[in-house]
């Protein structure tokens, strides 16, 4: 009788450990997609695809066009791009693609388009953006689309960017 004892008492404490790890990580998780990051500018890392590889490793790459995305996600809000520069796969710079600061409206989006037949960037090739604003506004979204066929064959998928500076 002490042995079922033991036992109901240890299944009760393992319920309600986990009772409390659930509801801990409903609570975190609900937070976490509740918040909203406001900020004042970030230089963000975009990758960039010009090419990539599948199936035998001799067959020829499959050559993709890309779009770059910017999108401003403040309601309210301008947003101000001052550089958007073009590396290739060693880091090197192979493009200014602003002459000039480029004013993206509140819920506006602006691109940047690689063509198919550019292959200056090579497969790690990457965008680095950098954008400001005069107040706190929420992060934009800022992506690649890369797309490509070939022969009855297409592909197509998303790179997200990453910031790696932020504005103070």
């Known amino acids: 009788m002490k042995k079922n ?3 109901g008492s240890i299944r009760e404490k393992a319920a309600y ?7 801990s990580c409903l609570i975190f998780a609900g937070t976490a997609f509740s918040e909203v990051k406001t900020v004042k500018g970030q230089t963000v890392y975009v990758p960039v695809y010009s090419h990539i590889y599948h199936g035998n490793r001799d067959r020829e790459p499959v050559d993709l066009a890309a779009t770059l995305s910017i999108r401003n996600t403040d309601i309210e809000n301008l947003m101000t791009v001052t550089s958007i520069d073009y590396y290739d796969s060693d880091g090197s710079l192979v493009k200014k693609h602003l002459d000039k600061k480029m004013v993206i409206k509140p819920l506006g989006s602006s691109r940047i388009i690689v063509k198919e037949s550019d292959k200056s960037g090579g497969s790690g090739a990457k965008f680095i953006v950098k954008w400001e ?3 706190k506004i929420t992060e934009p979204v800022i992506e690649t689309v890369m797309i490509g066929t070939q022969a009855q064959q297409g592909i197509s998928f998303t790179s997200r960017g990453q910031v790696i500076k932020e504005a103070e």
């Open 17 to 23: 450990i986990f009772i409390l790890l659930a509801s």
């Open 133 to 135: 604003s005069d107040k």
């Open 5 to 7: 004892n033991i036992l």
